[in-house]
């Protein structure tokens, strides 16, 4: 399936930018209460846990939260690098990969983690479980020629 032409405008890229802003003001003077569930495609019928991802500019240095679906994985929180089946992973994905010992905040809840790439063997049991969380990342790989990230994030003291 070809990625909807329209998602590629610019515009779309802007909105879903200030979009994510609002959403993480918002989760994080309300513990979550407000954006911690994504109602949006697939989420609409089906609302998918929302967290935020504390990361750090891998160049710039600065930091950053950034709102992303969410499934729980035993003690581990797994979260997919899909940019909505765009070609390139997002910039989180690099911060991630050059720093992982970050945090995320989970309703009103900030856990320290470590971030690593799933291998192939883990993302191919996780992927099935993300699919059924929220159907369209299957949507999201038929888009893009790249494999898209699976993240595991493992709590850390």
């Not at 003077?29 to 500019?57: D, M, Q």
């Not at 035993?74 to 945090?103: C, E, F």
């Not at 059924?132 to 949507?139: G, K, R, V, W």
């Amino acid at each position: 399936m070809d990625r909807p032409k329209q998602l590629d405008s610019p515009l779309v890229t802007t909105i879903i930018k200030y979009m994510a802003k609002v959403n993480t003001w918002t989760y994080q003077r309300t513990g979550g209460r407000i954006g911690g569930k994504w109602r949006v495609g697939a989420g609409f019928r089906k609302p998918v846990p929302t967290l935020l991802l504390e990361h750090t500019g891998r160049k710039s240095g600065k930091h950053f939260a950034t709102p992303l679906l969410y499934l729980r994985d035993g003690a581990n929180i797994i979260i997919v690098a899909s940019q909505g089946g765009q070609p390139k992973n997002p910039q989180w994905y690099h911060n991630l990969v050059a720093r992982p010992d970050t945090a995320v905040q989970v309703g009103k809840d900030r856990i320290p983690v470590r971030a690593r790439v799933a291998d192939d063997t883990e993302r191919d049991v996780l992927w099935p479980k993300l699919v059924e969380l929220y159907a369209d990342f299957d949507n999201y790989q038929s888009w893009t020629d790249r494999k898209i990230p699976v993240f595991i994030l493992e709590p850390r003291s």
